[in-house]
């Protein structure tokens, strides 16, 4: 009996049939209509936004994108992204610099180094970062991680590397870009080491012994079989990290100082898209300080989807050159 | 299989027994809801919210009344009672025109005073040190930034500063505080005012930004050499050391209830749109120990609405009765010419 044959005996009788098929119409309305609420929230999300944006985007044009000012002042208002846009740029990928590597550590030292007895303890510890609330780590950023960066970190980088523009003049408040870089590589990085440790536990073990079988080191066999065998996955998984600091809002406008205004020093002050929006959105008391900041969110909107789409480019590309190994983003 | 279908059917048994208890609940919510049938919401002004905390259980126990207040800030207040979501909103800055326009039919009443203070974290330096209008101001614009400069020296003989770099601390949020301190600032310094201008939020010459006044105290506590801005009751509740204010009678001045008096007998008379600036006042015998950073607060509500009558209890009740919860969290009652005023607009509510 072919399993086509079984369904449909199955399908034929009498009670049980009617039961099923009433299962899947009901399964068939629930799922279908939930992808359909989530396409039209995307939709109405995506309407709402540009229709909000359309006050200040008529008024500025397309120069808002390229203008450094934010003054909410009456009668003298003005408005631009330029500087939102740098801050979120620098936060993002700086905070993507340092969480990368770290990320990469911790997952190798709990898949392929670590004695067994504490891969499960470090394992849970490593999630448990990512389950305390952004706005925690931005009070803690303030009163505990801020004053620490000011007092030693950061005038310790700018008298060794103070060559470098990045590392400046210390800031006197700990509220600086560089504060906000550390505030987010510590909320990305559970997200990047966790899935990184599920990729290198997906390298088939054949591959691992035979590369150990033919006389490599351990780091050989890291570098030349669990690395790039899960290489696309890793790109993917360092875009979702990407995207997580690109959207936080709270913490970073708890540590980040503020300030319009674009330059090279990490231990000054600015802003994010993000942060700006969430610092200013309660209290914007003009409708063209309330366009603007939807048309912070609307270049957000963009920027996260221009970030998303290369994350899903990059991984098919490297998703084509390698087997598996691969998550979507 | 049928382990499956146990489990959903145990999951189905829980939600259903959820939803029965939601709706029991519910019920029981809207019954004592009923029983008590008024209920007013408001939501805006952070500043003025300690005060209204205060009011909640004693207009519960005077009318039976269920006050519900949300202290989003004043932008937020604004924009709520624009929208008619709540029954009031609250705002230490008064209404622009635009606003008023906005708002269609609303009315703006004083119903709280009090002041801004302005605080510092020096080590090993008296609270009280004197400051005054123009220096401040400059400091706030990025011209002073030691704390040993000589302006600052002046103010205070005999007091050794440090060679310690300012670090301004301002809002990164809208807030009626921070129209109270930039309407100071434009009063007192011309270049503040052609540079910057007053606001709930402006563009910031210099400094850091923290979020809320707990965000503005965070960083002046951690940052030595920090000059920020709050209510009084937010600097003295978290033992911040705070200016005494130079007025323009040469006193220098703390913002105590009495100072904040002095400095309310300016303008007892609003303008035409209920709005009553105090800052700076003038060189004067009354206004000799006036704090020169005062401001009132308001209650914004639609000159029509449904629950005028409630609306026109309360509200009356907030400007008499309700000021005498004022004085411990420093704000000063209002003054006799300002309730009288007030009672003649509440007068004009209407359903």
């Known amino acids: 009996m072919s399993s086509a044959d079984l369904t449909t005996d199955v399908a034929r009788r009498p009670f049980t049939g009617r039961r099923a098929r009433l299962g899947d119409l009901v399964l068939e309305g629930v799922a279908g209509a939930a992808a359909l609420a ?14 909000g944006a359309r006050l200040s985007l008529s008024t500025f044009g397309p120069g808002f994108v390229t203008r450094i000012a934010w003054n909410p002042v009456a009668g003298r208002e003005v408005y631009g992204a330029a500087s939102f846009l740098f801050g979120t740029a620098i936060t993002s990928l700086a905070a993507l610099l340092l969480a990368a590597p770290l990320a990469m550590g911790i997952a190798l030292f709990l898949t392929e180094l670590a004695p067994r007895a504490i891969r499960g303890p470090v394992t849970a510890l490593v999630e448990t970062l990512a389950a305390i609330p952004s706005v925690v780590i931005g009070l803690w950023g303030i009163l505990v991680l801020g004053p620490q960066l000011r007092l030693h970190i950061e005038p310790w980088l700018h008298s060794t590397l103070g060559f470098i523009p990045l590392f400046g003049t ?91 205004f674009i330059h090279w020093n990490l231990f000054d002050g600015g802003d994010t898209l993000a942060s700006k929006i969430a610092a200013e959105y309660q209290g914007a008391t003009s409708k063209l300080q309330i366009s603007s900041l939807i048309s912070l969110a609307l270049i957000l909107l963009v920027f996260s989807l221009v970030v998303n789409l290369l994350a899903q480019w990059i991984v098919r590309r490297a998703a084509r050159s390698h087997g598996g190994g691969t998550v979507r983003p | 299989m049928p382990k499956s279908g146990t489990f959903i059917r145990s999951l ?11 709706a029991v609940v519910g019920a029981a919510g809207a019954s004592t809801a009923k029983r008590n ?13 300690p005060l209204i905390a205060q009011w909640v259980p004693a207009l519960a ?3 039976g009344y269920e006050l519900h207040y949300s202290p989003i800030g004043s932008g937020g207040g604004i924009a709520s009672i624009t929208a008619r979501t709540v029954d009031f909103g609250a705002s230490d800055a008064p209404l622009s025109p635009d606003q008023f326009a906005a708002c269609k039919g609303c ?23 004197h400051m005054d209008g123009p220096t401040l101001a400059k400091i706030f614009l990025g011209q002073i930034t030691s704390w040993n400069d000589p302006a600052i020296a002046k ?13 301004v601390v301002h809002r990164s949020d809208g807030s009626g505080t921070t129209y109270n301190f930039t309407d100071y600032l434009s009063s007192v310094s011309p270049a503040w005012k052609k540079r910057v201008g007053v606001g709930t939020s402006v563009n910031w010459p210099v400094g850091s930004a923290g979020r809320g006044s707990s965000g503005v105290a965070a960083l002046v506590s951690e940052t030595p050499g920090a000059i920020g801005y709050a209510d009084v009751a937010y600097a003295l509740q978290n033992h911040l050391k705070y200016f005494a204010i130079k007025n323009r009678s040469g006193k220098f001045t703390v913002p105590a209830l009495r100072n904040i008096l002095a400095a309310a007998t300016l303008d007892t008379k609003p303008a035409a749109d209920g709005s009553l600036s105090i800052v700076n006042p003038p060189k004067a015998k009354k206004y000799a120990q006036a704090y020169p950073i005062s401001t009132y607060t308001y209650v914004i509500v639609p000159l029509q609405t449904p629950k005028a009558r409630e609306l026109k209890i309360f509200i009356s009740w907030a400007v008499t009765h309700g000021q005498s919860y004022g004085p411990k969290l420093i704000f000063q009652p209002l003054p006799l010419a300002v309730v009288r005023y007030d009672e003649k607009a509440i007068a004009k509510i209407h359903s």
């Not at chain 1, 599920?198 to 351990?218: C, D, H, I």
């Not at chain 1, 780091?219 to 993917?236: C, D, K, T």
């Open chain 1, 38 to 51: 989530a396409c039209a929230l995307v939709g109405l999300i995506a309407w709402k936004i540009v229709d």
């Open chain 1, 170 to 260: 210390p800031s006197p408040a700990g509220a600086s870009i560089f504060t906000a870089v550390v505030v987010l590589t510590i909320m990305i990085l559970p997200i990047v080491a966790s899935i990184s440790r599920e990729l290198f536990l997906g390298v088939p073990q054949e591959l691992k012994e035979g590369a150990l079988a033919l006389g490599t080191t351990r780091w050989e066999m890291v570098r030349g079989v669990v690395l790039p065998y899960a290489r696309g996955g890793i790109a993917a998984a360092l875009i979702l990290g990407l995207g997580r600091a690109i959207g936080e809002a709270i913490a970073v406008t708890q540590v980040i100082g503020g300030g319009v």
């Open chain 2, 12 to 22: 189905a048994a829980v939600a259903l027994v959820a939803v029965v208890a939601a």
């Open chain 2, 37 to 49: 049938s008024v209920t007013i919401t408001g939501a805006g002004s952070t500043f003025v919210a």
């Open chain 2, 61 to 63: 126990k005077a009318y």
């Open chain 2, 107 to 129: 009315i703006q009443i004083p119903w709280a005073l009090s002041a801004t203070s302005v605080f510092y974290n020096l080590d090993g330096v008296k609270n009280l040190l």
């Open chain 2, 155 to 167: 103010l205070n003989p005999g007091v050794s500063l440090p060679n310690l770099r300012i670090t």
